[in-house]
């Protein structure tokens, strides 16, 4: 489908206009080698043992851990997360608040995959720990005949994407799955015409350096070899695939990711935000905030339906 320009007021606009001011100051995230990667990380578990720990149920099933949030009472779907961070930094952790969120206001229950890092792992092997997690999270005794909806942000959105695409393999597991909900992701490891487009000016991405990022995550590959589904989701085959929520800011240098996918999925509904850059919904901004709740409550009628239908079913 063509992509629906999102509703901002004037007062919105402009309060995201100052907050792009403020991150027009602050360094662009680079991928140029492994050491800084592995010091952020370090940073972010620093800080998150300072921060108060999140009530949550850590197990590894098929060799891969997950986080795993819980409503107090019986949950009405389960969500599987996959966390961003540039496929080279980040953990389950990390989407805390993001995920409580969500499981406040949709009633779910909300796994998160803390899949390997690609410092140390090819981007296959991280693509291979959220299939597994899928597999098990659908097979899973505990979660049967509950919607599952699969939610992605940035390097996230891509493995996301990756999964359902892999997922074909096993259509009765893939048909469990009522929906996605993908913010920003990546789609095409040889870069979107934006990607390769993206001047100096871009915010909090480092936009001219993105190509040759996406080169050191798939060494050895031509950009041919970066096309070729799933690892380049944008060229797989999505007849199939649920329903898709998408959201990207007009200022994102992955803008194109998004937009040229949304036309290739079955069914999607996708967002451009205006005056938006990477990474909008952790932003202290009102159209943040907007999209999220929108994103809620999208999950909330797509597990209503799913729930009904199941119902008729059985």
């Avoid at 099933?61 to 540039?86: A, Y």
């Avoid at 899949?115 to 693509?127: F, K, Q, S």
């Avoid at 040229?260 to 509904?269: D, H």
């Avoid at 159209?287 to 059985?314: F, Q």
Wanted: hydrophobic share 45%; aromatic share 6%; net charge negative.
């Amino acid at each position: 489908m063509v992509h629906q320009p999102w509703p901002a007021s004037e007062a919105e606009l402009a309060q995201m206009r100052r907050f792009n001011q403020k991150l027009a100051w602050l360094p662009r995230f680079k991928i140029r080698n492994r050491i800084t990667p592995r010091l952020i990380q370090a940073l972010l578990r620093v800080s998150q043992t300072i921060k108060r720990a999140t009530p949550a149920e850590s197990r590894v099933v098929d060799n891969v851990p997950v986080r795993i949030l819980r409503p107090s009472g019986k949950p009405k779907g389960v969500v599987l997360d996959i966390h961003g961070g540039g496929w080279v930094i980040g953990n389950a952790q990390m989407d805390d608040d993001l995920n409580l969120g969500m499981l406040q206001a949709c009633d779910v229950a909300v796994v998160s995959v803390d899949y390997r890092l690609a410092v140390d792992t090819p981007v296959e092997g991280l693509m291979a720990d959220c299939l597994a997690a899928a597999h098990w999270l659908l097979s899973a005794d505990e979660f049967a005949g509950l919607p599952v909806i699969v939610v992605g942000e940035s390097a996230g959105g891509h493995l996301a994407a990756a999964t359902l695409l892999a997922l074909k393999q096993w259509p009765e597991l893939l048909q469990r799955v009522s929906g996605a909900v993908l913010y920003y992701g990546v789609y095409d490891l040889a870069g979107t015409p934006s990607v390769r487009a993206a001047g100096p000016e871009t915010l909090l991405l480092d936009g001219p350096g993105m190509v040759e990022a996406l080169r050191m995550l798939t060494p050895g590959l031509s950009d041919d070899e970066r096309r070729q589904p799933p690892l380049s989701p944008l060229y797989g085959d999505l007849t199939g695939l649920p329903p898709a929520l998408m959201f990207v800011g007009e200022l994102d240098p992955l803008k194109d990711d998004t937009l040229l996918i949304a036309e290739r999925w079955p069914s999607a509904e996708a967002h451009l935000l205006p005056e938006s850059a990477h990474g909008f919904i952790h932003f202290p901004v009102a159209m943040g905030g907007r999209v999220l709740a929108y994103s809620r409550e999208w999950i909330t009628r797509l597990i209503d339906v799913s729930s009904y239908a199941g119902g008729k079913s059985s």
